[in-house]
């Protein structure tokens, strides 16, 4: 079974830039997964799709953060990467990275603050 595992940092002032890593185990990234995907949860909301990398390598990102966002991938490493700029108080989340939407990290807080 795959897992995943988000990390980085808890905390993050505005307009910086938030770096997040999945890591992956059980599974390779460049396998059978079609698409490894970014969602979040700001606090009271409900989940937000952020992007996705297919096990090709193409990224597609949501309309409303698509100028903000930019997911790669270290296949050496079996990760993820989620890159988030100019960051404000509406990115405050907590952040998941799933496996087509069916295998799923226990998610990282993040929270957008000076």
């Known amino acids: 079974q795959v897992q995943l595992r988000e990390s980085g940092p808890g905390l993050v002032k505005p307009s910086q830039t938030l770096t997040l890593t999945c890591t992956v185990s059980?599974?390779?990234?460049?396998?059978?997964?079609?698409?490894w995907s970014w969602v979040r949860q700001p606090p009271g909301k409900g989940l937000e799709w952020i992007g996705a990398?297919?096990?090709?390598?193409?990224?597609l990102y949501s309309p409303s953060l698509q100028s903000r966002t930019s997911i790669s991938r270290d296949t050496s490493k079996n990760q993820l990467t989620l890159q988030l700029t100019s960051v404000t108080s509406e990115d405050t989340a907590v952040y998941y990275c799933?496996?087509?939407?069916?295998?799923w990290g226990q998610g990282t807080q993040v929270t957008v603050s000076s």
């Open positions: 990398i297919g096990n090709t390598g193409s990224t």
């Open positions: 799933t496996g087509s939407l069916l295998d």
């Open positions: 059980g599974g390779s990234i460049t396998g059978n997964i079609k698409y």
